[in-house]
């Protein structure tokens, strides 16, 4: 037995000290890009940090079985409120992708991206192991990741829309399904792509075509594309160093807070900051991962799995589409962006883990004592 | 991981357990694969097109400004400057930075005591005005207002002093259509040579004169300033700056003495001086008056003003020098004389004069209705009797009338450094069936004799007309000091007795009780000769003449005769020539007429202090100098539009139109001919468009 009080020890402090250090260096981030001043953004974020991170703290002490149980009624509501958000929409003219509660605005779509994990793993483990190679075990599936994709789809939210579909997906492939099906809807994906790309917007159909040649518009649509690249390429190695970017500065860099925030980073810490920033996302991958395997039952593994994916559906996306791979779609960099919502998500997904890994730890130790 | 075969398999809970596990490891490595690769193209962005990606971030960053070179000197033939550059000392806002507008534009109003219609500008531009493009509040200050401005800056966020060159033209007036003026590119300019340096604020491009001719040596290269700018245009700071070069100084060769001299010599009236060197065909003078202030001009004229100039008889927006053209009238009768004698007629050839001459059924007048009785060449000429020259010319015919006409300058289109001229006409059968479609008639010899009908000249053209009578050699006009050019060669047929006929008559009209006894000199040992001339703008009818012919002064000024004269000094050894053309002068002032103009612009080149004494008497009769009559005449102008306000809409442009037809316009002829094509060329662009340019 340790000498330290058990609680300490079960307390998570490096994945807590991961968080903090991204954040905090977000934040840096966040005080350059306001010309070196911690308002507006720099302060709201740390203190949205704090809030968030004791959140995730309570929710890691919540027993996993009350997840599961709220698994179905969460996402049908969810699924309501996106309806309802359609309604309002056509009722107000335009998109809209929020519901007013009077005291803050609810954005469905954005809670949807972890619920949809929940969901569809509740479905796998509550599916008997002999029907996993059926028929039955993909269309429920299909059907609880289509409704919602389709939902946001239409709002229209390509990037939230593509993050929900592939997170469920993701927990699709955890549970076993057979792998035909995956190589197969793969190549039909391939196929079916040039014809969806029809039915975009107009403004979407541009985006793409931009993506694929930012250059052929340098001040118009591809100019977020085209200034982030400069931004990051004229960082170099180093970097220029802390609050000597001119992109982010001088105003060059639209969304240098948000979902441009990588580039903001880039310029002033170079390629340094970039690799050591996604080697410490692979990190915080690397602890969910193996919270996964670790974890007690079906549900709580591909819970873990899932939202350890849809974590990095965030970076992946975010860091492509900054550094021209993907268009732009509007996803967040989590714990660097400004914004609360994205955060707030992020925060929700690293509770249910932190909850999935006291659970597997208190297993563990119980069947230590009974041997 | 091997591929499932499914009929087969038999599906437990640990197997799923295992194929979880493997799945999720390879999710994983999928993550690190997906890290390692956004990894790679960072670094392939930073590190390998690290270069390119600078060098944009670069020219997003910094911003380069053209400072507009200070234009070229131009100076007359003793080095005096005629156009040069003033410190300027101007003022402007800049919309972003300001606080509080309406107190900073009241604050500014007061201390540099701006009109009020220029602050309802301000107000105006301020509203229109987005971003960091500046206002300008006032140029063109004073030193003490600048200080003024500057002392205040802490108080006043958003005001903007600064130095720089605005073109200045000492002279003024009489060298307005001389050199032209300067404004800012027009947006065809900017079309056609798509140079970054036209639109730059404060660059101005000549637009009339030598300043358009010789824009291009007169423009220097640009300086450049580096500053670092915000994507929204914000100047952050200057980083730094390479000075401009200054265009070339061109050397003219115009006294500008004696230039000014002519302009003011010129009086109130509407017309023009040429002097010309005659030993080289420099042109000393050209002066056409009244004209406007390039100086007004080259800073944006205002409306009233550009509607003063256009509405005023005097056609002050024309230059009459080179786009003037007149019926030479009695001056082209020592070119006659010259064709006489080349054709073997004897200058003893006497003719009588019984004051009329019959010529088919039209029955052609001497101006001396009693008629001279007989008079041989040298008498015809310091006469000007018409009907010695009605009799020979018929005898001569016209062919070798205009031929000579041709050789003495006239019609003849020379190069020179002006946007426009207009070079008239010399008529001869050819031409007139060609040009109408109709036989040659005698009264069409009989009119061309004595300079009517079709036949026209410009100034400068009746200029080399007497510098070439002068000396018989074919001189060309010449603006630029020490440019080479062919030596002048002999006029072909006119021989040195011949030259010295023509000379000592021309002398007759001066000092010999001729008609130009006004330009008698008044330079011991100078003697002028000349001929002075008048050229109808009307039909005088039959009843008309059966009733007495009405005198120029109970006429509109419209339809009162040109007087016209043209000459050289001294008689004997001829150094100088001059013309000078009176519009609708009408004889009515002796010291107004062509012919005292001529002789004390001449006498100027003699004795400068005497001639300049005379001016400065005379100029109190007229009210003094050109730039103070015309101040006056803008303060009636505007009393007068303030009282009609509202009442009459003003049509400034059609007015110009006008003038310019009434210019052309010749009742004595058949038919017209077409007001030459640069007539609308010669107007400046109004106002407007000099203002809306930035």
């Given at each position: 037995m340790s000498i330290i009080p058990q609680p300490l020890t079960q307390f998570p402090w490096r994945v807590l000290a991961l968080l903090a250090a991204i954040a905090g260096f977000g934040t840096i981030v966040l005080y350059s890009a306001a010309g070196g001043s911690i308002t507006p953004w720099a302060i709201n974020q740390s203190v949205r940090f704090c809030v968030f991170v004791v959140m995730a703290l309570v929710l890691s002490r919540i027993p996993i079985e009350l997840f599961a149980r709220f698994a179905f009624p969460a996402y049908g509501g969810l699924l309501a409120a996106l309806v309802l958000v359609e309604l309002i929409g056509g009722v107000a003219g335009g998109s809209q992708r929020w519901i007013n509660l009077g005291f803050m605005q609810l954005q469905p779509s954005e809670f949807m991206k972890p619920v949809i994990v929940l969901a569809v793993a509740r479905f796998y483990a509550r599916l008997p192991v002999g029907e996993i190679r059926g028929w039955n075990a993909i269309w429920p599936a299909l059907v609880l990741i289509g409704a919602p994709w389709a939902l946001v789809l239409v709002q229209p939210d390509l990037g939230t829309a593509t993050m929900i579909a592939a997170g469920g997906v993701t927990v699709m492939f955890l549970a076993g399904l057979p792998l035909r099906i995956f190589i197969g809807s793969g190549l039909t994906l391939a196929a079916v792509v040039p014809i969806a790309f029809s039915f975009l917007h107009d403004y979407q159909q541009k985006r793409v075509l931009i993506f694929l040649d930012p250059e052929s518009d340098p001040l118009g649509a591809g100019y977020h594309i085209s200034q982030s690249k400069i931004a990051i390429g004229s960082g170099g190695i180093f970097g220029k160093g802390f609050l000597k970017g001119t992109q982010s500065h001088l105003d060059y860099l639209p969304e240098g807070h948000t979902d441009f925030v990588f580039a903001t980073m880039a310029e002033e810490w170079g390629l340094v900051g970039g690799v050591l920033l996604i080697g410490a996302f692979l990190l915080l991958f690397r602890w969910g991962i193996r919270v996964s395997l670790r974890a007690p039952d079906k549900f709580t593994r591909l819970v873990a799995a899932g939202l350890t994916t849809?974590?990095?559906?965030?970076?992946?996306?975010?860091?492509?589409?900054?550094?021209?791979?993907?268009?732009?779609?509007?996803?967040?960099?989590?714990?660097?962006?400004?914004?609360?919502?994205?955060?707030?998500?992020?925060?929700?997904?690293?509770?249910?883990?932190?909850?999935?890994?006291?659970?597997?730890?208190?297993?563990?130790?119980?069947?230590?004592?009974?041997? | 991981m091997k591929f499932p075969r499914p009929k087969r398999k038999i599906v437990t809970e640990a197997a799923q357990s295992l194929t979880f596990t493997r799945r999720a490891m390879v999710v994983g490595g999928l993550q690190v694969g997906i890290g390692a690769l956004l990894a790679g193209r960072m670094a392939w962005i930073s590190v390998v097109q690290h270069e390119k990606y600078s060098m944009l971030a670069e020219s997003n960053r910094v911003n380069l400004t053209l400072i507009p070179p200070r234009r070229g000197w131009i100076i007359d033939r003793n080095g005096r400057p005629l156009a040069n550059n003033r410190t300027d000392f101007r003022v402007d806002l800049i919309p972003q930075r300001m606080t509080d507008a309406d107190g900073t534009v009241r604050h500014l109003a007061e201390l540099l005591s701006l009109p009020p219609d220029e602050v309802d500008r301000i107000r105006d531009e301020l509203d229109k005005s987005a971003g960091f493009r500046p206002v300008q509040v006032a140029d063109k200050l004073t030193y003490d207002q600048y200080a003024a401005v500057s002392v205040r800056l802490p108080d006043l966020p958003g005001v903007a002093p600064s130095q720089g060159f605005s073109r200045y033209y000492p002279a003024g007036a009489s060298v307005g259509h001389l050199l032209g003026y300067v404004g800012s590119a027009s947006a065809k300019d900017y079309e056609e040579r798509r140079d970054p340096l036209l639109i730059t604020p404060g660059f101005k491009v000549g637009k009339d004169g030598l300043e358009k001719s010789f824009d291009q040596r007169l423009t220097g290269k640009p300086g450049a300033k580096r500053v670092e700018v915000t994507a929204r245009g914000k100047i952050v700071q200057e980083l730094t700056t390479r000075s401009d070069t200054p265009g070339n100084t061109i050397q003219l060769t115009i006294d500008a003495g004696l230039q000014d001299y002519a302009g003011r010599r010129l009086a109130t009236q509407s017309g023009s001086v040429v002097v010309i060197d005659c030993h080289n065909g420099d042109v000393l003078a050209m002066a056409s008056m009244p004209s406007f202030d390039p100086n007004s001009f080259s800073d944006g004229i205002s409306h009233l003003e550009w509607e003063m100039l256009s509405k005023d008889d005097h056609v002050p927006l024309r230059n009459k020098t080179l786009q003037g053209l007149y019926p030479p009238g009695s001056t082209v009768k020592p070119m006659v004389a010259l064709a006489l004698l080349e054709g073997g007629f004897s200058p003893e050839d006497t003719v009588n004069c019984a004051g009329a001459l019959r010529v088919g059924n039209t029955l052609f007048h001497c101006h001396s209705r009693r008629g001279h009785g007989g008079v041989n060449m040298k008498r015809a000429i310091a006469q000007s009797c018409d009907i010695y020259f009605y009799v020979m010319a018929q005898r001569l015919g016209m062919d070798r009338i205009a031929a000579m006409a041709r050789r003495v300058g006239m019609g003849q289109k020379f190069p020179l450094p002006f946007p426009s001229q207009s070079y008239g006409t010399v008529p001869d059968p050819d031409w007139k069936l060609k040009k109408y479609g109709k036989e040659w008639q005698i009264y069409d010899t009989v009119n061309a004799t004595i300079g009517q009908g079709y036949m026209l000249i410009n100034p400068l053209q009746m200029a080399v007309m007497a510098s070439r009578l002068a000396t018989g050699r074919e001189l060309m006009p010449n603006f630029i000091l020490g440019e080479r050019h062919p030596d002048a060669q002999p006029i072909p047929g006119v021989s040195d007795a011949h030259l010295a006929t023509i000379r000592d008559a021309m002398n007759a009209v001066v000092n010999g009780g001729g008609t130009g006894g006004a330009a008698r000199s008044s330079i011991p040992g100078v003697m002028i000769a000349g001929k002075t001339g008048t050229a109808q703008v009307r039909r005088i009818t039959m009843a008309e003449r059966a009733g007495g012919v009405r005198g120029n002064a109970g006429l509109p000024f419209k339809l009162r005769d040109h007087a016209l004269f043209q000459g050289f000094a001294p008689f004997d050894n001829p150094r100088y020539a001059v013309a000078c053309i009176i519009e609708h002068g009408g004889h009515l002032n002796r010291n107004e007429d062509a012919p005292m103009i001529a002789s004390d612009t001449l006498s100027y080149l003699f004795d400068p202090k005497k001639a300049m004494e005379k001016l400065e008497t005379l100029e109190k009769g007229w009210g003094g100098p050109p730039a103070e009559r015309q101040a006056r005449q803008m303060a009636a102008f505007r009393l007068a539009k303030a009282i009609e306000k509202g009442e009459v809409v003003p049509q400034p442009a059609s007015n110009a139109a006008d003038n310019g037809a009434d210019n052309a316009a010749e009742p004595t002829r058949p038919a017209p001919p077409p007001p030459a094509p640069e007539d609308t060329g010669d107007v400046p662009p109004p106002p407007g468009s000099n203002a809306a340019a930035p």
């Amino acid at each position: 037995m340790s000498i330290i009080p058990q609680p300490l020890t079960q307390f998570p402090w490096r994945v807590l000290a991961l968080l903090a250090a991204i954040a905090g260096f977000g934040t840096i981030v966040l005080y350059s890009a306001a010309g070196g001043s911690i308002t507006p953004w720099a302060i709201n974020q740390s203190v949205r940090f704090c809030v968030f991170v004791v959140m995730a703290l309570v929710l890691s002490r919540i027993p996993i079985e009350l997840f599961a149980r709220f698994a179905f009624p969460a996402y049908g509501g969810l699924l309501a409120a996106l309806v309802l958000v359609e309604l309002i929409g056509g009722v107000a003219g335009g998109s809209q992708r929020w519901i007013n509660l009077g005291f803050m605005q609810l954005q469905p779509s954005e809670f949807m991206k972890p619920v949809i994990v929940l969901a569809v793993a509740r479905f796998y483990a509550r599916l008997p192991v002999g029907e996993i190679r059926g028929w039955n075990a993909i269309w429920p599936a299909l059907v609880l990741i289509g409704a919602p994709w389709a939902l946001v789809l239409v709002q229209p939210d390509l990037g939230t829309a593509t993050m929900i579909a592939a997170g469920g997906v993701t927990v699709m492939f955890l549970a076993g399904l057979p792998l035909r099906i995956f190589i197969g809807s793969g190549l039909t994906l391939a196929a079916v792509v040039p014809i969806a790309f029809s039915f975009l917007h107009d403004y979407q159909q541009k985006r793409v075509l931009i993506f694929l040649d930012p250059e052929s518009d340098p001040l118009g649509a591809g100019y977020h594309i085209s200034q982030s690249k400069i931004a990051i390429g004229s960082g170099g190695i180093f970097g220029k160093g802390f609050l000597k970017g001119t992109q982010s500065h001088l105003d060059y860099l639209p969304e240098g807070h948000t979902d441009f925030v990588f580039a903001t980073m880039a310029e002033e810490w170079g390629l340094v900051g970039g690799v050591l920033l996604i080697g410490a996302f692979l990190l915080l991958f690397r602890w969910g991962i193996r919270v996964s395997l670790r974890a007690p039952d079906k549900f709580t593994r591909l819970v873990a799995a899932g939202l350890t994916t849809t974590i990095f559906f965030y970076v992946a996306i975010n860091l492509m589409m900054v550094m021209g791979l993907a268009p732009v779609v509007g996803i967040p960099l989590p714990f660097m962006s400004y914004g609360g919502s994205s955060m707030l998500t992020v925060m929700l997904c690293v509770g249910i883990i932190m909850a999935i890994d006291r659970e597997a730890r208190r297993r563990s130790r119980s069947i230590g004592n009974w041997s | 991981m091997k591929f499932p075969r499914p009929k087969r398999k038999i599906v437990t809970e640990a197997a799923q357990s295992l194929t979880f596990t493997r799945r999720a490891m390879v999710v994983g490595g999928l993550q690190v694969g997906i890290g390692a690769l956004l990894a790679g193209r960072m670094a392939w962005i930073s590190v390998v097109q690290h270069e390119k990606y600078s060098m944009l971030a670069e020219s997003n960053r910094v911003n380069l400004t053209l400072i507009p070179p200070r234009r070229g000197w131009i100076i007359d033939r003793n080095g005096r400057p005629l156009a040069n550059n003033r410190t300027d000392f101007r003022v402007d806002l800049i919309p972003q930075r300001m606080t509080d507008a309406d107190g900073t534009v009241r604050h500014l109003a007061e201390l540099l005591s701006l009109p009020p219609d220029e602050v309802d500008r301000i107000r105006d531009e301020l509203d229109k005005s987005a971003g960091f493009r500046p206002v300008q509040v006032a140029d063109k200050l004073t030193y003490d207002q600048y200080a003024a401005v500057s002392v205040r800056l802490p108080d006043l966020p958003g005001v903007a002093p600064s130095q720089g060159f605005s073109r200045y033209y000492p002279a003024g007036a009489s060298v307005g259509h001389l050199l032209g003026y300067v404004g800012s590119a027009s947006a065809k300019d900017y079309e056609e040579r798509r140079d970054p340096l036209l639109i730059t604020p404060g660059f101005k491009v000549g637009k009339d004169g030598l300043e358009k001719s010789f824009d291009q040596r007169l423009t220097g290269k640009p300086g450049a300033k580096r500053v670092e700018v915000t994507a929204r245009g914000k100047i952050v700071q200057e980083l730094t700056t390479r000075s401009d070069t200054p265009g070339n100084t061109i050397q003219l060769t115009i006294d500008a003495g004696l230039q000014d001299y002519a302009g003011r010599r010129l009086a109130t009236q509407s017309g023009s001086v040429v002097v010309i060197d005659c030993h080289n065909g420099d042109v000393l003078a050209m002066a056409s008056m009244p004209s406007f202030d390039p100086n007004s001009f080259s800073d944006g004229i205002s409306h009233l003003e550009w509607e003063m100039l256009s509405k005023d008889d005097h056609v002050p927006l024309r230059n009459k020098t080179l786009q003037g053209l007149y019926p030479p009238g009695s001056t082209v009768k020592p070119m006659v004389a010259l064709a006489l004698l080349e054709g073997g007629f004897s200058p003893e050839d006497t003719v009588n004069c019984a004051g009329a001459l019959r010529v088919g059924n039209t029955l052609f007048h001497c101006h001396s209705r009693r008629g001279h009785g007989g008079v041989n060449m040298k008498r015809a000429i310091a006469q000007s009797c018409d009907i010695y020259f009605y009799v020979m010319a018929q005898r001569l015919g016209m062919d070798r009338i205009a031929a000579m006409a041709r050789r003495v300058g006239m019609g003849q289109k020379f190069p020179l450094p002006f946007p426009s001229q207009s070079y008239g006409t010399v008529p001869d059968p050819d031409w007139k069936l060609k040009k109408y479609g109709k036989e040659w008639q005698i009264y069409d010899t009989v009119n061309a004799t004595i300079g009517q009908g079709y036949m026209l000249i410009n100034p400068l053209q009746m200029a080399v007309m007497a510098s070439r009578l002068a000396t018989g050699r074919e001189l060309m006009p010449n603006f630029i000091l020490g440019e080479r050019h062919p030596d002048a060669q002999p006029i072909p047929g006119v021989s040195d007795a011949h030259l010295a006929t023509i000379r000592d008559a021309m002398n007759a009209v001066v000092n010999g009780g001729g008609t130009g006894g006004a330009a008698r000199s008044s330079i011991p040992g100078v003697m002028i000769a000349g001929k002075t001339g008048t050229a109808q703008v009307r039909r005088i009818t039959m009843a008309e003449r059966a009733g007495g012919v009405r005198g120029n002064a109970g006429l509109p000024f419209k339809l009162r005769d040109h007087a016209l004269f043209q000459g050289f000094a001294p008689f004997d050894n001829p150094r100088y020539a001059v013309a000078c053309i009176i519009e609708h002068g009408g004889h009515l002032n002796r010291n107004e007429d062509a012919p005292m103009i001529a002789s004390d612009t001449l006498s100027y080149l003699f004795d400068p202090k005497k001639a300049m004494e005379k001016l400065e008497t005379l100029e109190k009769g007229w009210g003094g100098p050109p730039a103070e009559r015309q101040a006056r005449q803008m303060a009636a102008f505007r009393l007068a539009k303030a009282i009609e306000k509202g009442e009459v809409v003003p049509q400034p442009a059609s007015n110009a139109a006008d003038n310019g037809a009434d210019n052309a316009a010749e009742p004595t002829r058949p038919a017209p001919p077409p007001p030459a094509p640069e007539d609308t060329g010669d107007v400046p662009p109004p106002p407007g468009s000099n203002a809306a340019a930035p």
